[in-house]
């Protein structure tokens, strides 16, 4: 499984575009890029997927270089309720092969 | 739509005594189903997935088993804690052969032994 490194934490204002990278050196092929958000006490929540290039959906945006080594989430102007962990997640879609494994995470801080 | 049961909310036990955790999931049919657990200030771990009915993969070795007698039920079980064992558990399902990478979590159980 190809290995992912996030910062451990960041802190934004409130308003501001917040951009957290992934690195993930040894994607494989077949590798999906996912990003997941969990608040305290809760279970984490899926935002985005993507191969290459660019994806974008009503939450966030995910741009992802051509080699696919790294990848960001791109969450734009963001609010108090944005305060969560984001989880950077590599692997194959497919059935049958090891299901993702979730690493620490991203702390996210908005600040009033 | 699809929703995802986990009983108990919180859960306080004695070192030694038994556990069992229930899953249920609603609104799909033969969903893939996962246990996660997350301790304190940590990430989540996989202990367990299944794929169908009876069909269970560990990820890592301890006291926990997993059980699945039904195609949409989970469930999670020790027969005697331990200290470590205290956490936040997380039942989660994702659907298709094509689409392990998303996945939908219950609101969890935690756990907590003394």
Not at chain 1, 87 to 103: A, I, K, Q
Not at chain 2, 93 to 105: K, L
């Amino acid at each position: 499984l190809a290995k992912t490194t996030q910062p451990i934490s960041m802190d934004s204002y409130e308003g501001q575009e917040v951009n957290i990278t992934c690195s993930h050196n040894n994607i494989a092929t077949n590798d999906y890029i996912t990003w997941y958000q969990q608040f305290p006490s809760q279970g984490p929540r899926f935002i985005i997927q993507g191969y290459k290039t660019k994806v974008t959906n009503e939450v966030a945006s995910l741009f992802i270089p051509a080699d696919r080594k790294s990848s960001t989430l791109s969450l734009p102007r963001v609010s108090l309720s944005d305060t969560a962990v984001y989880y950077c997640l590599v692997g194959e879609r497919n059935s049958g092969n090891t299901p993702l494994v979730f690493g620490k995470g991203t702390r996210l801080s908005v600040i009033a | 739509s699809q929703t995802i049961h986990q009983w108990p909310a919180t859960l306080v036990q004695p070192v030694g005594s038994p556990l069992s955790l229930e899953c249920t999931v609603e609104g799909t049919s033969n969903p893939n189903l996962y246990w996660y657990r997350q301790a304190a200030g940590r990430g989540l771990q996989l202990l367990f997935y299944s794929v169908g009915i009876g069909q269970i993969s560990s990820e890592v070795p301890q006291n926990l088993s997993a059980s699945r007698p039904q195609d949409r039920q989970f469930i999670l079980s020790s027969k005697k804690l331990l200290l470590s064992d205290s956490g936040f558990y997380l039942c989660a399902w994702s659907v298709g052969e094509n689409n392990w990478n998303e996945q939908f979590f219950g609101p969890g159980t935690r756990l907590t032994v003394l």
